[in-house]
T-cell receptor, first 113, second 114 residues
Framework: KQEVTQIPAALSVPEGENLVLNCSFT??????LQWFRQDPGKGLTSLLL?????REQTSGRLNASLDKSSGRSTLYIAASQPGDSATYLC????????????FGKGTKLSVKP | SQTIHQWPATLVQPVGSPLSLECTVE??????LYWYRQAAGRGLQLLFY??????ISSEVPQNLSASRPQDRQFILSSKKLLLSDSGFYLC?????????????FGQGTRLTVV
């Protein structure tokens, strides 16, 4: 059974720092991995999608990597800002599924001004 | 562009009352549709998914049911709510299945059963 783990559960950093969020999964038979952002009481906003054949994806200050063989992904946020404060969720789409996502519990990020 | 609408945003219902949450997608056809629940302290859990009208698959046994009466409409229901049904319910859609599939989520419904 696929399990997704995110470390750390919470992170507090001063503004301007570069930071890394970690995600690990137990079964490498995935279609893709997706990173989401969730603001309090809101839905999920898709940040980056990495296909199983890809190693990384970049969008602005965000860079996500994928090492499928070791079951790991990282989300790198450069030059963090207070507006980046949110919960970041990692999810894998299992191969052979109908697009079902298996989520980690998230990392709650707080960026202090 | 595609958009997903989910309502209501918040709902407080007594134990034993019925439930109906609705989700609609615009700007696409034949989407895969999903209902997830996010309970306090737990990750998002897939409840139901649908690959077409009238085709519903359930991931976990529960007090809830889902229906897809139209191509872009997905409804989550219960005949009698339990306290344990409280949580944050999210509807999602994806255009296809495969490596390039990206999922898009609605704004969620906060359900409190009292």
């Amino acid at each position: 059974k696929q399990e997704v783990t995110q470390i750390p559960a919470a992170l507090s950093v001063p503004e301007g720092e570069n930071l890394v969020l970690n995600c690990s999964f137990t079964d490498s038979a995935i279609y893709n991995l997706q990173w989401f952002r969730q603001d309090p009481g809101k839905g999920l906003t898709s940040l980056l999608l990495i296909q199983s054949s890809q190693r990384e994806q970049t969008s602005g200050r965000l860079n996500a990597s994928l090492d499928k063989s070791s079951g790991r992904s990282t989300l790198y946020i450069a030059a963090s800002q207070p507006g980046d404060s949110a919960t970041y969720l990692c999810a894998v789409m299992e191969g052979g599924s109908q697009g079902n996502l298996i989520f980690g519990k998230g990392t709650k990020l707080s960026v202090k001004p | 562009s595609q958009t997903i609408h989910q309502w209501p945003a918040t709902l407080v219902q007594p134990v034993g009352s019925p439930l109906s949450l609705e989700c609609t997608v615009e700007g696409t056809s034949n989407p895969n549709l999903y209902w997830y629940r996010q309970a306090a302290g737990r990750g998002l859990q897939l409840l139901f998914y649908s690959v077409g009208i009238g085709q519903i698959s359930s991931e976990v046994p529960q007090n809830l049911s889902a229906s897809r009466p139209q191509d872009r409409q997905f409804i989550l229901s219960s005949k009698k709510l339990l306290l344990s049904d409280s949580g944050f319910y999210l509807c999602a859609w994806s255009p296809m299945t495969g490596a390039k599939t990206e999922a898009f989520f609605g704004q969620g419904t906060r359900l409190t059963v009292v």
